[in-house]
Nanobody, 117 residues
Framework: QVQLVESGGGLVQAGGSLTLSCTAS????????MGWFRRAPGKEREAVAS????????DYTDSVKGRFTISKDNAKNTVYLQMNSLKVEDTAVYYC??????????WGQGIRVTVAS
């Protein structure tokens, strides 16, 4: 199964920006639909964004539309989540995922994002 390693989390002031990265061990990274979920303290896990295998189709949850951008670099086996205009309610542990054409979804270990008021 593909291994996913996230980076780029941390503490940021409200209104600031962070970029999360997720690098996959996959031999054919372009075969995977990639994306991000998050789990905020005391809340259910929430799908944040996803990107198609080719990278030309993206999807976002309503609360991040216009603020977050997901992208992928197939040459670097990496998917990115650019987060702008961060809000306190964006505070969560963010998880990268990878969906193969067949088989089980792979998950990253999670990375914490804290937005301070």
């Amino acid at each position: 199964q593909v291994q996913l390693v996230e980076s780029g989390g941390g503490l940021v002031q409200a209104g600031g920006s962070l970029t999360l990265s997720c690098t996959a061990s996959a031999r054919t990274f372009s075969d995977y639909v990639m994306g991000w979920f998050r789990r905020a303290p005391g809340k259910e896990r929430e799908a944040v964004a996803s990107i198609s295998r080719s990278g030309d189709i993206t999807d976002y949850t309503d609360s991040v539309k216009g603020r977050f951008t997901i992208s992928k670099d197939n040459a670097k086996n990496t998917v990115y989540l650019q987060m702008n205009s961060l809000k306190v309610e964006d505070t969560a542990v963010y998880y990268c995922f990878a969906d193969p054409r067949t088989g089980l979804r792979a998950w990253g270990q999670g990375i914490r994002v804290t937005v301070a008021s």
